[in-house]
């Protein structure tokens, strides 16, 4: 075949030596080989013409090649020869031929026109070899991914496929059809430009997922990340899942999936403020309080600054609870709970200690700052108005302030801050009293 493809140019011209040569070449071909005129009459063939076709070779000359064909009015045979005589060149591709026997064959077929003298008619050196176990495998091959896909595209999370260049371009090779589910995304456009899922991701998740993808990429190790999702008004939670491979070009691979995760995370969430909410009232409990205070701590340190914390103790509490019963001194709890909140800012931890005591800690405040907030949130309590079996009470609270200095102790802080509590209780109730050394407004400092 490369003799054919590299030297048929340089055929001699005469009859006479083109007949040789082309005997030459029928004879050492593994398949069905041919030399055929204009019309398609066959003039010879190779010896082994008759193994792989099934027709004696001498009942073959002077017949039309297309009888070799599926259909010889309309078959492959037929119009592969008519196309390499129109373009006078070198016809290639895949036929589908009938034995002798009847069974049915796909070749590999080469249509290759010799040159003639001028008046001479044209020939076609025609060759054809066995494909058929090939093809077949590549239909059951077919088959297979056929029925792989569709058991992807059926599956409820994102199989993808994500090549990282070594330039760190970003490519999805890969999507399965539960992106749309998922995002309502069409894989393709996902395909063509990765931005169009990760523009998604939320800022920090993004960062989050570069520096994992990074870090992946680096030690070959799996990639699990979890990450929020925007779709709309709305977000969904998803995990990456994927096990990486480096190419020699320094691409790096990555196989895996994309799991929806938003029921998990929705349920973490649920345990979570179960596990850290008082239940009586709906704020931080004493354990979840130390778990964020410590953050709060070590946040304010790195910055060097100081943080407000006060005890506050619902005054007379035991009186109500033994005059009116526990569900009185519950209802107290929940309206103080309640109003406190209020009067702080989202993001102040205020949590419940234990019995009528509740701790604050004040976010990224100054010392004079906290005073007027918790001048205001005691005010406040001193509005409410409880209706006890038709009589209706009043609650006030007392407030212990301290300063907790940027490399302080929490526990230290609130120690103090229980020292100025007992202070304001023993000074007559319903007041704000700072511990010793408190930074007054003349001397502050933020």
Same mark, same amino acid.
């Given at each position: 075949m490369a003799l054919i493809k590299d030297n048929w140019r340089h055929w001699v011209s005469s009859r006479s030596?083109?007949?040789?040569?082309?005997?030459?070449?029928?004879?050492g071909f593994a398949g069905v080989a041919m030399l055929v005129d204009a019309d398609g009459v066959i003039l010879s063939v190779n010896p082994g013409f008759a193994r792989y076709s099934g027709h004696p070779a001498h009942t073959m000359l002077g017949r039309r090649v297309t009888c070799l064909d599926v259909d010889p009015l309309h078959g492959d045979i037929g119009r592969a020869l008519a196309s390499s005589l129109a373009r006078r060149s070198i016809w290639r591709g895949v036929l589908q031929c009938r034995r002798a026997d009847g069974q049915i064959l796909h070749q590999q077929g080469v249509f290759q026109p010799l040159e003639t003298r001028p008046g001479e008619s044209l020939r076609v050196l025609v060759t054809l070899h066995d494909i058929t176990d090939l093809y077949q495998g590549a239909l059951r091959d077919h088959a297979r991914l056929e029925s792989l896909q569709g058991t992807l595209d059926r599956l409820p999370d994102v199989v993808f496929q994500l090549c990282q260049s070594a330039r760190g371009n970003l490519e999805f090779r890969y999507l399965s059809a539960g992106l749309q589910a998922l995002a309502g995304l069409a894989p393709h456009s996902v395909m063509n430009d990765a931005e169009t899922l990760l523009a998604r991701i939320e800022d920090d998740d993004r960062q989050r997922l570069d520096t994992a993808l990074a870090q992946s990429a680096v030690s070959l190790t799996p990639l699990v990340l979890e990450c929020r999702l925007a779709l709309g008004d709305d977000a969904c939670w998803i995990e990456w899942r994927a096990s990486p491979r480096r190419y020699h070009d320094g691409d790096t691979l990555w196989d895996g999936v994309?799991?929806? !995760?938003?029921?998990?995370?929705?349920?973490?969430?649920?345990?979570?403020?179960? !596990?850290?909410?008082?239940?009586? =009232?709906?704020?931080?409990?004493?354990?979840?309080?130390?778990?964020?205070?410590? +953050?709060v701590r070590a946040l304010a340190a790195r910055h060097g600054r100081a943080v407000p914390i006060a005890m506050l103790d619902i005054d007379h509490f035991k009186r109500l609870n033994d =005059?009116?019963?526990?569900?009185?001194?519950?209802?107290?709890?929940? +309206?103080?709970? +309640?109003?406190?909140?209020?009067?702080?800012?989202?993001?102040?931890l205020f949590a419940r200690i234990g019995g009528e005591e509740f701790a604050v800690m004040l976010v990224d405040t100054s010392p004079v700052e906290a005073r007027i907030v918790l001048e205001r949130l005691r005010a406040a309590v001193e509005e409410i108005r409880l209706d006890v079996q038709g009589e209706m009470l009043g609650v006030t609270v007392s407030l212990g302030l301290a300063v907790m200095p940027p490399q302080g102790s929490l526990e230290l802080a609130l120690s103090r801050a229980d020292? +100025?509590?007992?202070?304001?209780?023993h000074e007559g109730r319903n007041r704000l009293v700072p511990a010793p050394g408190y930074p007054e407004p003349d001397g502050l400092t933020r």
């Open positions: 030596q083109q007949a040789s040569l082309a005997s030459s070449l029928l004879a994309l799991l929806d !995760i938003s029921t998990r995370k929705r349920e973490e969430q649920r345990v979570k403020k179960l !596990i850290s909410t008082d239940m009586l =009232t709906g704020v931080l409990n004493r354990r979840a309080f130390f778990d964020y205070g410590e +953050a =005059t009116y019963g526990h569900a009185a001194g519950d209802l107290a709890l929940k +309206a103080f709970a +309640a109003t406190s909140r209020d009067c702080l800012r989202p993001y102040d020292e +100025a509590l007992y202070r304001a209780k």
